[in-house]
């Protein structure tokens, strides 16, 4: 065919790769040739801006979206957290309407936005805490993220706009505490990511009459990223009840190791602002407290990087002020939740002892429920420790009812077997 010298080319890049396109011009020795190369060069640069487009708009096409919740956190008698994700960054708000006849698109409904001293937050988790409800009230709700396109000096471009549905489906729920009266509420711990387990263990529970469900700690390995959170248990957890069923976390050990471990709280606040806090519920309180971690801050498996006794300490502080309050002193069952169990052995479980059974003991603790052990055990009540304590098994669940006759505790395994129960009266 000849040979032709090169006198031009167009470079083309999509999707990060390279494509070049060469033309080469033609002779008068050749015109079969040249009008050949003429038409390949068409071609070429044809199908390569067909190329090149479609990596655009195939970015174009990925819209924002929600990516995992929402789930409820916090719940109380006047306020809840509502918390979710996007797969890019955006604002976020909830719509809040009372549960009533109206179809959610009769009003405008109020807003209530992610923010944080006056500004909104821009990110991919989105975290509204709704304050000054009514208690025992249940209310519907829709969560929005709009994306943020770009913010340059003091102008910011929007993107699209996702949103939870309330069109084509019932808008999502929830109910305040605050009702007196029995409830039932239900406990698992060490899952370790096993969502198999988490969904035998949870189909037990008549999740949508649950007064809430506890997650008593080691839900996953070790804090890595995100996706191990919502992969390791809460998407499972989200489409079970997380949406309309409050779930409150006591934090385990392996949720302190990792480097996502500081990130906790972001996704499981809790109430006031610590991972300590107590609540109540019809005629019972508890008292949610973080063990941290089992071996001396030195261990060599923590690199230096906790400060767990000085955290201890300080639980046990707030712990010997939350006892002499009303909400405390007034409820006829008062029930401790933790993930390491007070006991004689482990440094995390002797500092649990010194530091939190001395004030639990004066302060008429009726239950202590524990994890950790990977094994059921109850250990009763002594005098060194007070109470009862229901070390709970990685494979079993209690189911507890509490009414103004009793509070009862029932352990069942994932076939289902009743393994023991305990009743407080």
Same mark, same amino acid.
């Given at each position: 065919?000849?040979?032709?010298?090169?006198?031009n080319?167009f470079?083309?890049?999509?999707?990060?790769?390279?494509?070049v396109?060469?033309?080469?011009?033609?002779?008068?020795?050749?015109m079969?040739?040249?009008q050949?190369?003429?038409?390949?060069?068409?071609?070429?640069?044809?199908?390569?801006?067909?190329?090149?487009?479609?990596?655009?708009?195939?970015?174009?096409?990925?819209?924002?979206?929600?990516?995992?919740?929402p789930?409820?956190?916090?719940?109380?008698?006047?306020?809840v957290?509502i918390?979710w994700?996007t797969?890019?960054?955006?604002?976020?708000?909830?719509?809040l309407a009372? /549960?009533?006849?109206?179809?959610?698109?009769? @009003? %405008?409904? $109020?807003?209530?936005?992610?923010?944080? #001293?006056?500004?909104?937050n821009v990110?991919?988790?989105?975290q509204?805490?709704?304050k000054?409800?009514?208690?025992n009230?249940?209310?519907?709700?829709?969560?929005?993220?709009?994306?943020?396109?770009?913010?340059?000096?003091?102008?910011?471009h929007?993107?699209?706009?996702?949103?939870?549905?309330v069109?084509?489906?019932k808008?999502?729920?929830f109910?305040?505490?605050?009702?007196?009266?029995p409830?039932?509420?239900?406990?698992?711990?060490d899952?370790?990511e096993?969502?198999?387990?988490l969904k035998?263990?949870?189909s037990?529970v008549?999740?949508?009459?649950?007064?809430?469900?506890?997650f008593n700690g080691d839900?996953?390995?070790?804090?890595?990223?995100?996706?191990?959170?919502?992969?390791?248990?809460? /998407?499972t957890?989200?489409?079970?009840?997380? @949406? %309309?069923? $409050?779930?409150?976390?006591?934090?385990? #050990?392996?949720e302190t190791?990792?480097?996502?471990?500081?990130?906790?709280?972001?996704?499981?606040?809790?109430?006031g602002?610590?991972?300590?806090?107590?609540?109540?519920k019809?005629?019972?309180?508890?008292?949610?407290?973080?063990?941290?971690?089992?071996?001396?801050?030195s261990?060599?498996?923590?690199?230096?990087?906790?400060?767990?006794?000085?955290y201890?300490?300080e639980q046990?502080?707030?712990?010997?002020k939350?006892?002499?309050?009303?909400?405390?002193?007034?409820?006829?069952?008062k029930?401790a939740?933790?993930?390491i169990p007070?006991?004689?052995?482990?440094?995390?479980?002797q500092?649990?002892?010194?530091?939190?059974?001395?004030?639990?003991?004066?302060?008429?603790i009726?239950i202590?429920?524990?994890a950790?052990?990977?094994?059921?055990?109850?250990?009763?009540s002594?005098?060194?420790?007070?109470?009862?304590v229901?070390v709970?098994?990685?494979?079993?669940?209690?189911?507890?009812?509490?009414?103004?006759?009793?509070?009862?505790?029932r352990?069942f395994?994932?076939?289902?077997?009743?393994?023991?129960?305990?009743v407080?009266?």
């Open positions: 065919m000849g040979t032709f010298p090169i006198q080319f470079l083309f890049t999509a999707r990060n790769k390279m494509i396109i060469i033309l080469m011009p033609s002779t008068k020795k050749n079969k040739t040249a050949l190369q003429k038409h390949l060069s068409l071609f070429c640069i044809t199908f390569c801006l067909f190329l090149f487009a479609g990596a655009f708009s195939g970015n174009a096409q990925e819209q924002i979206k929600i990516s995992h919740g789930y409820l956190q916090a719940m109380t008698d006047s306020g957290s918390i994700t797969n890019k960054p955006a604002t976020g708000w909830v719509e009372p /549960d009533d006849s109206s179809h959610f698109y009769q @009003s %405008e409904r $109020p807003q209530f936005f992610c923010t944080a #001293n006056g500004l909104k990110g991919t988790i989105h509204v805490h709704l000054n409800l009514l208690p009230t249940r209310y519907r709700y829709r969560v929005y993220s709009q994306e943020v396109l770009k913010h340059e000096f003091v102008y910011v929007y993107g699209n706009v996702a949103a939870t549905g069109y084509r489906k808008p999502l729920t109910t305040t505490h605050g009702r007196p009266g409830f039932e509420f239900a406990v698992v711990n899952i370790h096993r969502n198999n387990v035998q263990l949870l037990q008549d999740l949508a009459n649950a007064g809430f469900i506890v839900m996953i390995n070790a804090s890595m990223n995100e996706e191990q959170v919502f992969g390791g248990f809460m /998407d957890a989200t489409a079970l009840f997380a @949406s %309309e069923t $409050p779930m409150y976390y006591a934090r385990g #050990n392996h190791r990792g480097p996502f471990a500081s990130e906790f709280a972001r996704y499981f606040p809790g109430i602002g610590n991972l300590y806090y107590m609540f109540t019809g005629n019972a309180c508890f008292i949610v407290l973080d063990g941290g971690e089992d071996k001396p801050d261990d060599i498996e923590y690199s230096g990087i906790t400060d767990m006794d000085n201890r300490t046990a502080n707030w712990l010997a939350v006892v002499q309050t009303d909400a405390f002193k007034n409820a006829k069952y029930i939740i933790c993930h007070p006991a004689d052995g482990w440094h995390g479980n500092e649990i002892k010194k530091k939190w059974v001395p004030v639990l003991n004066k302060a008429g009726n202590f429920i524990a950790h052990e990977h094994r059921h055990r109850i250990q009763k002594s005098g060194a420790i007070q109470f009862p229901i709970n098994s990685n494979n079993n669940i209690i189911k507890a009812s509490i009414s103004e006759k009793e509070a009862r505790f352990i395994d994932t076939a289902g077997k009743l393994v023991d129960e305990w407080v009266q």
